[in-house]
DNA sequence: CTAACATATGAATAACTGTTCATGTGTTCA
DNA sequence: TGAACACATGAACAGTTATTCATATGTTAG
């Protein structure tokens, strides 16, 4: 039994050469780790719900949790987290702040990825 | 003290009109659940990476394994999670699986990911 | 058939994430 | 100045998720 515990091509070494090729290819690290902080981010149906409807019009808060039928802390956590990655922006108008889509890459990512789900 | 506790808007139903009509534009919920469910499989690194390696070529699992400097079970895992979103295919030639891109819905929705960071 | 190996997978654990609850902040109006 | 309100935020809790470890599956070579 004895196992020497053969990770994995450990003899073999199948496509070193292939290997270092596409690793010289890839992205830096970090931009990978962005990125996926960014999916992330569209990755919570609260939040693509949020995203779909700032599409439609410029809403507050409370238009947004009453749209949504979720608590308005709720809707503000999210909010705060799509602020962070630039995602919206507001406005504030007295007591009310107005929130809409930051830029039109919002919805071009919403397309590519609805592009996929309705083929 | 004895807070009647106003949720949100209870008075002024500020756009009660304009979150109707915003309602009626929204995708099904159903729809939108299975986008973000989408977007989710983006948002960690190590899918992520794994999905620009391959862009780059076809590579068998001990290859990404090699590349990213994780686990073979790692790697395993995470194409499971890829392949059943449909992202990734493979062909298997002995004992060997090669995996590959399901289609360039992947390598658009990157873009779009990338157009947004490096902006 | 059996040993070797590439890959898959189930269970367990640690880290992360979204919501709720309670409360704080900033603005308006009287 | 103080009450009312729209919104923000911190802490806590529950649910989810990615990795690791151990082991199972499926294929090849001898």
Redesign the interface.
Known sequence: MESNQP???DTTE???D??E???S???Q?E???????????????T???IL??LL??E?????L???MEV??SAVSHQLRVLKGSKLVKFRREGK?LYYSLA?D?VL???N??????T?
Not at 35 to 45: R, T
Not at 59 to 63: M, W, Y
Request: glycine letters at 4%; a negative charge; charged letters at 25%.
């Open positions: 990770l994995c091509c199948i496509h070193m292939l290997v090729q596409v690793r290819q890839l992205p690290d931009i990978l780790y962005d990125l996926a902080e960014l999916f992330k981010i569209f990755g919570d149906s939040r693509i719900k779909y409807a439609e019009s809403l507050c808060v409370c238009d949790a009453k749209l608590s308005q009310v830029d890459h071009s990512i919403l590519q990825g609805m592009d996929h789900l083929e």
